[in-house]
Nanobody, 124 residues
Framework: QVQLVESGGGLVQAGDSLRLSCTASGRTFLRNAMGWFRQAPGKERECVAAISWSGSNTVYTDSVKGRFTISRDNAKNMVYLQMNNLKPEDTAVYYC?????????????????WGQGTQVTVSS
């Protein structure tokens, strides 16, 4: 019943910044962890970042630590991914996700709901 819609992707140059947004519709978020995943052509989908319902517990993949920040606003049913100092290897389709529990697991096997994705392209 819950639908996730991502926005904020685009074409940028290396070193630029983007902020991705994910909005839920149809029903408010439960007390579940949220995550951002990405998938580049020919590669497996990987978790970029995840956050618990309270926002107190976050995880990041090593390649984005120090550059990306995940946050959420439960009152607005939104989750964000601030991406700074983007690199060409960040190019991928980024997906918003809701997990089954409040554990911000860096794995797709605990995802309950997926968004449609938004393209992020970083040129060198």
């Amino acid at each position: 019943q819950v639908q996730l819609v991502e926005s904020g992707g685009g074409l940028v140059q290396a070193g630029d910044s983007l902020r991705l947004s994910c909005t839920a519709s149809g029903r408010t978020f439960l007390r579940n962890a949220m995550g951002w995943f990405r998938q580049a052509p020919g590669k497996e989908r990987e978790c970029v970042a995840a956050i618990s319902w309270s926002g107190s517990n976050t995880v990041y993949t090593d390649s984005v630590k120090g550059r990306f920040t995940i946050s959420r606003d439960n009152a607005k049913n939104m989750v964000y991914l601030q991406m700074n100092n983007l690199k060409p290897e960040d190019t991928a389709v980024y997906y918003c996700a809701v997990h089954y529990t409040d554990v911000p697991a860096p794995h797709s096997n605990t995802v309950r709901i997926w968004g449609q994705g938004t393209q992020v392209t970083v040129s060198s």
